[in-house]
């Protein structure tokens, strides 16, 4: 049972249009929601996260949104850089969803092109 | 400079061979977390820590031991590992449960 999913695996756009990275989740006992960026021989770096209590978080290019409703998240990226290219995981936990575990998605490759 | 130190970076080993990957923070970090990376699954998370002596099973924790003796150090111990623990491994620190985690380098281990 996959809690967390990041139905695509694989995304490419033109450099400086706008990247959408999708994230679906199924327990609505979730508090927080992360995005992690990860580059090849590199462990994951922290990106952007979003409490349940908001709908929308902004640092600079990047955009989290959340819907409740729909159990969906997402992060957009405006405007893409070719610095940008890399694999992005979503990320969620809850005090009262087997508290301490966190879940990620499979990742999504985001390649951004020149 | 604040970090998460894995060690070593790469093991090639047989099975059946205890061996031990060390993870240390210097972060004062409550919650540090353990993680197996696949291609294809993304990260799952084998074990984790909500503080000293306090540890408990994440998705994937069976032939997985950790102990959490003091706050700095969360070391992963595979008591005979076999080839289907061949993977990259991560250790993760975070101030607390839910906040942003650091994650170290990475632990590519072979098992053969």
């Known amino acids: 049972d996959q809690q967390v999913k990041q139905n695509s695996p694989s995304l490419s756009v033109q450099e400086g249009r706008i990247s959408i990275l999708n994230c679906d989740y199924t327990n609505s006992m979730f508090d927080y929601f992360l995005w992690y960026k990860k580059y090849p021989a590199e462990g994951p770096t922290f990106l952007i996260s979003?409490?349940?209590?908001?709908d929308k978080n902004e640092d600079g290019r990047f955009t989290v949104f959340l819907n409740k409703s729909a159990k969906h998240l997402s992060l957009h990226i405006v405007p893409s850089q070719p610095g940008d290219s890399a694999v992005y995981f979503c990320?969620?936990?809850?005090?009262?969803?087997?508290?301490?575990?966190?879940?990620f998605g499979d990742g999504t490759t985001l390649t951004v092109k020149p | 400079e604040a970090q998460v130190t894995q060690n070593p970076r790469y093991l090639i080993t047989v099975t059946g061979k205890k061996l031990t990957v060390t993870c240390s923070q210097n972060m004062n970090h409550e919650y540090m977390s353990w993680y197996r990376q696949d291609p294809g699954l993304g990260l799952r998370q084998i074990y984790y820590?909500?503080?000293?002596?306090?540890?408990d099973k994440g998705d994937v924790p069976e032939g997985y031991k950790v102990s959490r003796k003091e706050k700095r150090n969360f070391p992963l111990i595979l008591e005979s590992p076999s080839p289907n623990q061949t993977s990259l491994y991560f250790c993760?620190?975070?101030?607390?449960?839910?906040?942003?985690?650091?994650f170290g380098p990475g632990t590519r281990l072979t098992v053969t």
């Open positions: 820590s909500m503080n000293v002596e306090v540890t």
């Open positions: 979003i409490s349940s209590i908001k």
């Open positions: 993760a620190s975070s101030f607390r449960f839910g906040s942003e985690q650091y």
């Open positions: 990320a969620a936990s809850g005090v009262n969803v087997n508290a301490g575990k966190s879940t």
